[in-house]
């Protein structure tokens, strides 16, 4: 019987590491992007939304500042819906094979967004 009641705490317990959610914002979008190419100054690549609540109904405006603050460590993007995406970095590039992933909650009652879960892997 307390074994039970240990394993369902520590479910429980992880359930609610892994779910992050700001309950103040209202929509999310989970976003991926490409680099596929780079410069002295910065990359050049895509933009896919992949889903999330009414995931369309984000700006280019936080989308812009949401990538690049998240997954290009607050160094200033442009990116758009439509999949096109220029950073500038403070670091170089050794490859163009990258893909970043992040959760953007956005339409916060306590500020713009919120990032999630954001990192890279290699292709």
Not at 13 to 25: D, G, K, R, S, T
Not at 29 to 53: D, F, L, P, Y
Not at 96 to 101: C, M
Request: glycine share 8%; charged share 20%.
């Amino acid at each position: 019987m307390a074994t039970s009641v240990i394993k369902f705490l520590v479910c429980i317990f992880m359930m609610c590491i892994i779910v992050q959610a700001n309950p103040h914002c209202q929509k999310n979008a989970w976003v991926r992007v490409t680099v596929t190419s780079k410069s002295s100054g910065g990359v050049q690549g895509r933009v896919n939304i992949q889903e999330g609540k009414d995931a369309w109904d984000i700006s280019d405006g936080i989308l812009s500042d949401a990538i690049g603050e998240c997954l290009f460590e607050k160094q200033r993007c442009y990116a758009s819906k439509t999949g096109d995406l220029t950073c500038n970095t403070a670091y170089e590039w050794e490859s163009e094979r990258w893909v970043g992933a992040v959760n953007i909650e956005f339409w916060c009652d306590d500020g713009l967004y919120t990032c999630y879960n954001a990192g890279w892997n290699r292709y």
